[in-house]
């Protein structure tokens, strides 16, 4: 079984072929359906573990998008006996991702 270590968006995910994951959205990667994440820092199979130093660039992770949705985000801000309330609020870009391949280039 293969297991690798990606980074996108700031956040680091282990990922494994076949499983969904839930990234935040990837810019200039709207119109696209598969996703090569170029930061791999782990990559482990039954006899090998390699480690970057800081990424490794003999190791491909590829993924398809699967669906995209926005996530909404409250902000609430209260201060007790002053009468003072303050909502905000944004949506953030979700894409759920399913991981198609992980494979080792020579």
Do not use: C, H, S
Request: charged content about 45%.
């Amino acid at each position: 079984m293969k297991i690798a270590v990606i980074e996108t968006g700031g956040k680091q995910y282990l990922v494994k072929e076949g499983l969904k994951i839930k990234i935040e959205k990837v810019k200039g990667k709207e119109n696209e359906k598969e996703l090569e994440f170029p930061k791999v820092l782990l990559y482990a199979d039954d006899n090998e573990l390699l480690i970057g130093k800081p990424v490794l660039e003999n190791v491909k992770v590829v993924g398809e998008i699967k669906r995209k949705k926005k996530v909404k985000t409250l902000i609430l801000k209260y201060k007790p006996k002053t009468r003072y309330r303050k909502k905000k609020g944004y949506k953030k870009e979700v894409w759920e991702v399913e991981i198609k391949r992980i494979e080792k280039v020579i």
